[in-house]
């Protein structure tokens, strides 16, 4: 039986007088994909920071594995929760692979080397993304996309319980988007690892879903989820219309028994008074 990986407890922050969150619960189960999805601005990074601790919560509680975020030593969280950050900034050329053995720094001593078994692991996970070819080349010399990808592997090496991701598809082309989303896939899967994922595209929820992952998805407005659920059950034109302010489609294709495609297609802004809609 699942057990509860994450779980918020009306957790409400500001940056100083500015309100962006407002008493948010919810919770992540092991071995599920929790999407959250909103506007420009509504906070869905800002969460993601107050999951990990960057962030301290003005009132409520995080849990991880039950026991309170404020409880962990950054060590101890780095065991269980890994993040791949939305941007990342290059500034030294190591090589793909001393990024990726980063990941492994919270299962070594300050004075020790990576082992064998480290280096084997960052390899392993270079290859889940497709860059294992390029472990030897430095850093800086690669393209946004394949720096994002970088990052999962830093993610995937620290074998934590659960990976953060922040708009991960943001810079990934059509290839390396749908390489990402099958990873994700086979993580939760093969090795039962909760994802939490900031996303601008709803359709990855409804990917997820399709392909047999425990999948739910928080629409985000106003500071709180406006509405948690199964994607077939929360993604729907009029949540759209509400959320984001726009005229969608959901399509509906079965190929066969076994496969079902779901997408949204949006179709135009909503205008009030000739001003797009806020």
């Not at 008493?23 to 990074?45: A, D, I, L």
């Not at 404020?70 to 290059?90: E, S, T």
């Not at 991960?168 to 990873?183: G, I, M, R, S, W």
């Not at 005229?247 to 909503?270: A, E, G």
Request: hydrophobic share 40%; charged share 20%.
């Amino acid at each position: 039986m699942s057990s509860i990986a994450i779980e918020a407890k009306s957790i409400s922050f500001a940056y100083g007088a500015k309100p962006v969150l407002s008493e948010v619960s919810f919770y992540v189960m092991q071995g599920e994909v929790f999407c959250v999805v909103g506007p420009n601005g509504c906070g869905k990074t800002t969460l993601l920071d107050c999951i990990l601790g960057l962030l301290k919560v003005d009132q409520g509680e995080v849990r991880v594995d039950h026991i309170p975020l404020k409880n962990y030593k950054p060590w101890q969280l780095a065991r269980k929760i890994a993040y791949v950050p939305q941007i990342h900034q290059r500034s030294f050329p190591y090589t793909i692979k001393e990024i990726v053995l980063m990941g492994r720094a919270h299962h070594t001593t300050l004075f020790t080397a990576p082992t064998a078994e480290d280096r084997a692991i960052a390899l392993e996970a270079l290859e889940m993304v497709g860059l294992a070819d390029l472990a030897e080349q430095p850093y800086t010399q690669i393209s946004g996309g394949q720096c994002q990808l970088v990052m999962i592997a830093r993610a995937l090496a620290q074998q934590p319980k659960i990976i953060i991701m922040d708009e991960p598809t943001a810079h990934l082309d059509f290839k390396n988007e749908l390489l990402l989303l099958e990873t994700v896939v086979d993580l939760v899967r093969k090795n039962g690892i909760s994802v939490v994922m900031a996303t601008h595209f709803p359709n990855h929820a409804f990917y997820y879903e399709s392909n047999g992952i425990p999948t739910r998805i928080a629409l985000m407005s106003d500071r709180r989820f406006a509405e948690v659920g199964r994607p077939c059950e929360v993604l729907h034109e009029e949540n759209i219309r509400r959320i984001y302010g726009i005229n969608s489609k959901v399509l509906d294709c079965q190929f066969d028994q076994h496969q079902r495609l779901r997408q949204i297609v949006p179709l135009s802004i909503i205008r009030e008074s000739g001003r797009d809609k806020q």
